[in-house]
């Protein structure tokens, strides 16, 4: 464990009173990007559920900069795009590949919508998507517990310890494999409007998300907390994961459990979010983030 430079408890003293087995960590961007905290095992593995669409799209969007993929183009049901299939936008059901609505339409959170999407990186790849995961992002990113087993959903089937999950939120904080309007842009609103369905947390009109990254923007109640800006992005599971990404803090928060997602959930990671802001966001100085150096 590390602690934090601050007087009081740490934020991450919070952990220990949730009912799981839990690991979490604050990873914060200054001169450098750092792992400033950490509580519980960060090296047990533990499964990622959802979180795992952000390594899905981070592949994405790597082989969009190599020119392997186009974001606009056709991917899924007729009129759907890769940019629809992130986004969550195809009109594809949660789990079925039959269409609910056109594309554009609405926002629907679609598991067989990653399915798809890691279907066509593989074709215009020519590599299962477990080696291009592999080669394009973990690898790179030193993320060598983490692993998406053949056979496993894209959509939900990762699994890799909290250290990994934290070099990740690193690379969300200054990204290095992929450029950084990359990054901003897949971090901005796409098709924005959308009313849609948050996990967990309601309908939301708009429902707003990013290209594989869920925005908190006006959304309330929300996973992450009230101190959070409304242009924090990431995504959570429902094996008790999460990642979130404040690019006004400069701080990024992760967490693995084995205890899946509940109302438990709903009331300590905001909770927790709050209190990493309180204690590693208010030193932060003003101006733009800090680019890849």
């Known amino acids: 464990m590390n602690p934090g430079p601050h007087a009081g408890a740490r934020a991450l003293d919070q952990v220990a009173h949730w009912p799981a087995g839990a690991a979490a ?6 001169d450098a990007v750092t792992v400033v905290d950490t509580a519980g095992d960060i090296d047990t593995r533990r499964d990622w559920a959802s979180v795992t669409k952000l390594l899905v799209a981070m592949a ?8 392997t993929l186009s ?46 999407l890691a279907e066509t990186l593989a074709h215009a790849s020519g590599m299962p998507l477990t080696d291009y ?26 699994g890799g310890p909290l250290r990994d999950l934290l070099a990740l939120g690193a690379e969300l904080l200054r990204p290095t494999i992929v450029a ?51 242009s ?32 438990w959930a709903k009331a300590a990671w905001p909770a927790l979010a709050d209190a990493v802001l309180e204690e590693w966001g208010r030193d932060r100085a003003p101006g733009p983030a800090p680019q890849p150096g």
């Open 25 to 30: 960590g604050v990873v914060r961007a200054a």
């Open 60 to 67: 994405v969007l790597v082989a969009v900069e190599e020119g």
């Open 71 to 116: 974001l606009d183009q056709p991917a899924g049901p007729p009129g759907s795009t890769v940019r629809h299939l992130l986004a969550h936008a195809s009109g594809l059901g949660p789990d079925s590949r039959a269409p609910l609505t056109a594309p554009g339409r609405r926002r629907i959170y679609s598991n067989a919508g990653y399915e798809v």
């Open 133 to 158: 995961l592999s080669s394009g992002v973990v690898l790179p990113l030193g993320m060598t517990g983490t692993s998406l087993a053949p056979g496993a959903s894209p959509a939900s089937g990762a």
């Open 180 to 230: 950084p309007a990359t990054l901003s842009d897949a971090t901005s609103v796409a098709f924005g409007g959308l009313a849609g369905v948050l996990p967990g947390f309601g309908r939301f009109d708009p429902c707003d998300w990013g290209l594989g990254f869920e925005l908190k923007d006006a959304k309330a109640p929300h996973w992450t907390g009230a101190r959070n800006a409304a």
């Open 232 to 263: 924090t992005f990431g995504h959570f599971g429902q094996s008790g994961s999460f990642l979130w990404v404040d690019p006004v803090a400069r701080v990024a928060c992760g967490a693995l459990c084995d205890r899946p997602f509940g109302p």
